[in-house]
């Protein structure tokens, strides 16, 4: 059965080593491992195919996100079950991972429009936290710029784990299912 796994981010080298982008690294990382190469222009995505998965990096702002998302769907039959979304959340501590199978996008834009995209809400996700420590979060106007800031030289390391061990939460997930990914990552 085939799977898509799509990291979520915004086009451009200025957002490269940003917050929000860590989706995107999260599927460079997996097309490192497997040897692939985002080669493809496909439904307004950067796309590397590997044997029975695609990863794709959607080439909108992250809130158009869900246009990329519809596209794959329906181009390639993908039943939303087997569509995982990788993205930046706010709401959880540096270097923590979360992953579900379905539920609201808790005020992430990107989410929010590829849930509206394919009308449902049953569609997994990993959620990688990028929040500072509780005293030091930005809210209102400043946690826009927050997420397109890139992060701190002491975050770096500990940014660079979590993206590894998202991939190898990813991995768990297409070969043992939800289940085993978030009995193993969540926490």
Same mark, same amino acid.
């Given at each position: ?81 087997? +569509?995982? &979304?990788?993205?930046? %959340?706010?709401?959880? #501590?540096? /270097? ?7 539920? =609201? @996008? ?21 959620? +990688?936290? &990028?929040?500072?420590? %509780?005293?030091?979060? #930005?809210? /209102? ?7 397109? =800031? @890139? ?27 939800? %289940? ?8």
């Amino acid at each position: 059965m085939a799977r898509l796994i799509l990291g979520l981010g915004n086009p451009g080298v200025q957002y490269r080593d940003t917050r929000h982008n860590v989706g995107f690294r999260v599927v460079e990382e997996l097309a490192r491992r497997w040897h692939l190469a985002f080669d493809q222009l496909e439904c307004n995505a950067m796309t590397a195919h590997g044997d029975d998965v695609l990863l794709a990096k959607p080439q909108t702002y992250m809130n158009r996100s869900g246009h990329a998302a519809h596209c794959f769907v329906e181009r390639y039959e993908f039943d939303a079950a087997n +569509l995982l &979304v990788v993205y930046d %959340e706010v709401n959880l #501590p540096l /270097g923590k991972l979360r992953l579900r199978r379905a539920g =609201s @996008p808790a005020g992430h834009r990107g989410l929010e429009s590829i849930l509206e995209s394919l009308r449902t809400a049953e569609v997994p996700r990993l959620r +990688l936290g &990028v929040a500072p420590p %509780e005293d030091l979060r #930005p809210t /209102g106007e400043g946690l826009a710029d927050f997420v397109l =800031s @890139p992060f701190a030289e002491g975050e770096r390391e500990e940014t660079e784990a979590m993206i590894r061990r998202a991939a190898d939460a990813a991995e768990v997930w297409l070969r043992e299912g939800a %289940e085993a990914a978030m009995t193993r990552f969540n926490g």
